[in-house]
């Protein structure tokens, strides 16, 4: 028997997936028939031996085979033909009973469970506002039989009359407390795997733009490393291939170029120390801001003696000594500055970088004599790819500034830029002191 009703309760399941809806309402339509089947073989006998009338026992039964009926199409993977099937042949059965049983049967209340089955078995709104309306259509319909009768009532005494009420309550009432475990068995736990299922997707979504937010920001330093590197080995080369000597200076530059670059690679491994994708986790400590980005400069003189650029270095005395702040992001904000004044600055101009102080605020500024930016470019200069390729940058790819404003503002602090196409461009950063600050 638990194999037969098994075989029943899965018919048709198999052409689905487990995660699919579709699935949930097939077994749920087979369950519901089967039971309405059983239930109409024990309770149409039971009206038939109460009131001696064929005609109940005949609809009952008609309405139980073809429960199965619909099974069967289900099991034929007519899945739409049956979820109809099954909906009309409830609705006219309803009609039937009611109309030969009576008002006082108290059928209409069988239109409760109607209701709660087009919400079970139509998923669209367009579906069910149809079938809610054909309802409310042949509830209608038997309130107008009730009241100019075409179809011959049986009477019954009124202890019958009783009697059949009980049992039509009865089977209402549990056929709608099966559509409520269904729904919350099958229906409702879909959605809940599909919220965890969805959730999960869009974590891992999640995971997958913190690991591209974190390769794209360290592949744009190192990238911008390397090129400092392979533009002197490519001079170097074209000297050699010509038969120049190799001057000191171009190789003291090269070895200033292999710092940096180690400089960055070292930033990169001590980075993917933490989990990947943390680009936006802060991880202060004490550090001596000042010397730390001194020598950023410092790795970077080859490309200022390349263009004949002078930099000055202006440290107010009031800048603090020591400042708590993540140290990997502020180099990284500070190198994405520097070295875009350095490629944008003309040769035999001036850099001017400016550590100081106002308030409980500590400065970083950076101010070039290069070609500057047009006002149209400052409105949108914070996007990613908002710049282009140029001579000055060949290697360029529009995310240096927007890297360095998503990593300014992670540690609280502001970006303000003034430029002038005549005059060059003045980046000003301003980050807050903390109480633990020396």
Known sequence: MLRLWRKLKYAGADGFYESDIRRAICVGVNTMCVCIFLLNLFSGLIFFLISGKAGILAGAYAEGFLMLAIVALNFRRQYVLANILFYFVINLATFYFGAILGPDAGVQSMFLFILGLIFFVFDSTASRIICVLITLCLLSLLEIEYQHPFIQAIKFTPNVSLLIRSVVYLVIISLVLLIFYLYKKNVLRFHTRSREAEASRDAGENLNNLKNNFFQHISHDIR???????????????????????????????????????????????????????????????????AELKQIVQFNQYLAEEKNIRVDIDQQDGFPPIVLTDRLKISRIFYNIFVNALKFSPPDSRIRVYFGREDSVWIIRVSDQGKGFQPDQLAHIFQPYATSKSPENPEGIGLGLYITNYLTNILGGRIDIASDPDTGTAVELRFPLRDNDA
Request: aromatic residues 10%.
């Open 224 to 290: 911008g490393a390397y090129f400092g590197v392979g533009s002197i080995v490519a001079v170097i080369h074209d000297r050699v291939s010509s038969s120049h000597t190799v001057t000191p200076q171009l190789a003291d530059s090269l070895l200033l170029a292999s710092q940096n670059y180690k400089y960055m690679l070292n930033h990169f491994l001590e980075f993917s120390k933490f989990k990947m994708g943390t680009v936006d986790e802060i991880n202060d400590e004490l550090i001596d801001a000042a």
